[in-house]
Structures are given as C-alpha cells and as structure tokens.
C-alpha cells in the first residue's frame, strides 16, 4: 500500500529523527565529560531484515542501524560505546500509537493484518511479545558488555542468516566477475 509522504515524514521524524536529534543533544555533552560512557538506540529487527507491510517504518529501523554502527566506529576513541537494540516484538502500546498520529496525517495505514504479515502472517512465536523487563535486562547486559548489538528475539536467526547470505552470494558474484 502507497504511503503519503506525510506518512514518511512522521514516521521516519519519530523513529529515525528522533534518535539522530538525541544523538546531536547528548554526543557533545558526552564528549565533554571524563569516563567511559554508552549511547543505547532504539533500532528493531525490522531494521535487520525486510518484513512486508510496514517499509517505512522498517526504512526508519534500517537507519538507526546503520547510524549506530557508524556512531561505534566514530566514538570509540572517545570512550563512548554505542549500542543499537534490535527487538522484536515487546509488550509496549506500540500498536495503539495511532493516539500520537498528527490529526492532519489522518487515520494510518498500518493495520493490525500488516502487523501480523511482518510477524509472518503465521501464529505469533511464543517468545515474540515479550515484557519490557525482560527488554530492559537485556540493555543493561549489552551495555556492560558494550555490544553493538542487542538482540531479544532470537527466532529471528534465520531470517538474518538469509539476509546476510543473500549478500554474500552477491559478493560471491563480485569475485566471479573479475575472474
């Protein structure tokens, strides 16, 4: 389904926006300051691999990841660690967010089938929604460990595994052309 461009401007202003005007209020005040310290962000596992029905959302994700990564290369000689957090599904209010949609975007698009496709059109795993405690323990491990990433939903291998050997087969046929 098409999205407006006001559709992607709200979301990707919250979800991608909002970590990069974090990042543009803390990361000065960090460098500032003595000691080690960590930045944790907000990415998901629509942020790792590509799921259908929710593109703009996933493209927001994909962009936390990627920013996070580059902000951990950039700041590791500063003493700041970066972490990105790849959740899949939590026990928050995320789908009822249609409560913070400006009333000039109208009604979303997103639907609870669209949900349900990106969670595999399938029943739900019985590990997706999980409490946010069990989130919160899951960041606080990563940030001691200064992971780069912190992964909650580990039925969620295989489709990464996928994604990533679908780049290496695209390397494999980088190498087979120069030969």
């Not at 691999?49 to 700041?75: N, Q, W």
């Not at 595999?120 to 590990?127: E, K, M, S, T």
């Not at 405690?133 to 939903?153: K, L, M, S």
Request: charged share 20%.
């Amino acid at each position: 389904e098409t999205r407006t461009s006001k559709d992607w401007s709200w979301v990707l202003g919250v979800n991608l926006w909002g970590v990069i005007h974090g990042v543009l209020a803390f990361v000065p005040r960090m460098l500032a300051q003595p000691g080690e310290k960590q930045i944790v962000n907000t990415g998901s596992m629509a942020g790792l691999v590509a799921a259908p029905g929710v593109g703009v959302y996933g493209t927001a994700k994909f962009g936390v990841v990627g920013l996070s990564e580059h902000l951990r290369r950039d700041l590791a000689g500063h003493d700041i660690g970066v972490s990105v957090l790849c959740p899949g599904g939590v026990q928050t209010k995320i789908l009822h967010s249609e409560r913070n949609r400006p009333p000039d975007l109208g009604t979303s698009k997103v639907s609870r089938e669209d949900v349900q496709l990106m969670m595999g059109a399938g029943p739900i795993h019985p590990d997706e929604m999980q409490p946010a405690e069990v989130i919160a323990a899951a960041v606080v491990d990563g940030i001691r460990a200064n992971d780069a990433f912190i992964v909650t939903h580990s039925h969620y291998r295989a489709a990464v595994e996928a994604r990533h050997a679908e780049l290496m087969r695209a390397f494999d046929k980088a190498d087979a052309r120069k030969r």
